[in-house]
């Protein structure tokens, strides 16, 4: 059997109709293979090879990979890290953390090799970021390019994490949360009917979240709590929110209000 060797392949730029498009060639089990990778329009260079090194990737580890593979930042966002975060993440992190990455991240370094990003570009970017955004948002930025490149130190990509020593900037002024007044918590108790008053008590009075009352089982309540074990995400039945690691089911305890209003 002939030994397989490490090998990068070409890209090539190719008229196809009235557009240029790139297409990658390489060698597999002796035959030679091509596939179009986009339109030349859309994509730079380096965005096609680091395309045409996801799909030699499986060959060059059979082969003993001697040499890695340059990435752009969007093609081992969506190749590579995010198919590992996959497969630790609940369903409701993977929708609200691709979708942001997808839409702040790949925007801005999408195109880029992945070691020519430095530290000072991805702080000038939180500082942007800052303007317009709140500090939670910048703040998941932030560790979501540390994770990123902490995972690519870890394939030996980058030789350094360069988000390491990333900051939060300023960011602007937060609005003043709206509380409501006793009197105001009276007046609702007073014109909701039976079910909605009880999700209000449970979430104003008992420390709820919206998703854990919608989630609310028979079985689970008891004469002065709830166990809760459950939430609905966006039409989803899910683990409650909590620390990662941690075990997030709770006893919450009802007031005595919620308690009289269930014995009805």
Known sequence: MR???????????????KSKVWVAQ?????CKKSKVLGYCADMGKSEAEALMAVILKPQNEEAGQTQKPVYTFGVYLDEIFLPICRRKWKRSTRMTTEQRMSFHLNAAFGSQVLRSITRDQMQAFLDRKAETLSRSVVDHLRWDLNAIFKTALSDGLVECNPAAALFTPSCKPEEDKRVMTPEEIRLALGVLDLRERLMFRMAVLDGMRPGEILAVRLGNLSEH???VDKRVYKGDIDTPKGRKGKRTARTVALSPGTV???QI
């Open 225 to 227: 709590s709830i166990f």
């Open 26 to 30: 390489w060698w597999e089990n002796g």
């Open 260 to 262: 009289a209003e269930l």
């Open 3 to 17: 030994q397989k060797r490490f090998q990068k392949g070409s890209v090539r730029p190719r008229k196809h109709g």
